[in-house]
């Protein structure tokens, strides 16, 4: 006997009144709309169409908690309230789908009354005792990409971390995705989960605080589906601490060290966009050193006050530099920081390396992928 909308709905009501099934069937048998049935076909009914309904919702959910990322992607950061309105529900559920979305592991925060996706830029203090830091630097490793270099950074840290307190990376640890065209057939990881998977196995053992930032191919994940690759690295590394995407300062003992990973293409003269960058700096808020990865360089200037280095990099000779006469220059830094009485005294030594062929195959299998 078909079932009419009437009898659903009335079935529905009733067992979620908390009736038995024999009370629902008498119920039943009092109403002229419905037809009588066995408590046995009623409980089956009920069964049948409560999984269909639960079903249904969880899609709905499901669609509605994709149009919220999007969303979040989008704007960045957005007020709770914007999207209660934008979707028809509560503030509360908005609080609840972000916490789902925090749990699938996308960077996104909720700060009181504001969701933000990515981890802000920070000002972090470094507890290094004495008058002296000496800092182990690299930076740009892209994992993922069929030029890193991974066996000569994990050289570097091996040879320095006896001489030094601290570390500092600058940004770019994984390739990334959709950079420049092209780029899917020069990376031998696909996807942010891949990428997380493999970074968090073999990003270097520093056994030492290491301050870092993301770069412009790691923050490619979190614009396209809010994954933040250094987050997850800082999560399971307690001695890795992330500084924000681009730029973030730690204060050692009042001397203010800055990681900046700027945006952009290399030029043929170094020095100038870093002098660029730091002269749009506010002159009072300039770090006393900056550190800069993503020119794949390495060098020293002085300008408007900060001392200015350029990190180097752990990624061999791509096709993206041949086309631009560009080459890396492979390796990283130690800088000897002294805090003295009449001001601050920073000598540095270079690490270089030869570029190893095809590095990444000694990577591929190893739980990585």
Known sequence: MKWTKHEIEKLISLRNQGMQWLQI??????????????????????????????????????????????MILK?????????????????????????????????????????????????????????RLRLGVYSDLHFGSFYMQLTRAKQFVEEVKGKVDAFADCGDISDGTKIYKGQEYQIFLHGSEQHTRFARQHYPDTEKPTKAVGGNHDASFLKIGGANIPLRIAEVREN???????????????????????????????????QKYVRNWVPDQIPDILIFGHFHQKGYFRWHGAECFLAGCFQGQTPYLVERGLYPVIGG?????????????????????????????????????
């Open 25 to 70: 069937q008498e119920e039943f048998r009092k109403d002229a709309k419905c037809s009588e049935r066995p408590w046995e076909t009623l409980r089956s009914k009920f069964r049948n169409t409560s999984h269909k309904i639960a079903q249904k919702v969880q899609k709905q959910n499901t669609t509605l908690k994709n149009q919220i990322l999007k």
């Open 333 to 369: 830094l130690v800088l000897d920081i002294e805090k003295r009485a009449s001001g601050t005294k920073v000598k540095w030594e270079s690490y270089d390396y030869s570029e190893i062929k095809d590095d990444w195959e000694s990577y591929v299998g190893i739980d990585g992928r």
């Open 240 to 274: 890795v601490e992330l500084l924000g995407f681009h730029y973030g300062v730690f204060n050692w003992k009042g001397i203010r060290i800055g990681l900046v990973h700027p945006a952009g293409g290399g030029a043929y003269a170094v020095s100038y966009p870093i």
């Open 75 to 131: 704007e960045k950061t957005i007020s709770v309230h914007y999207v209660s309105d934008r979707f028809g529900i509560s503030d509360e559920e908005v609080r609840d789908f972000v916490e789902v979305l925090k749990n699938e592991e996308y960077d996104i925060a909720l700060e009181g009354r504001i969701v933000r996706l990515g981890t802000r830029n920070r000002e972090v203090e470094l507890d290094i005792p004495g008058n």
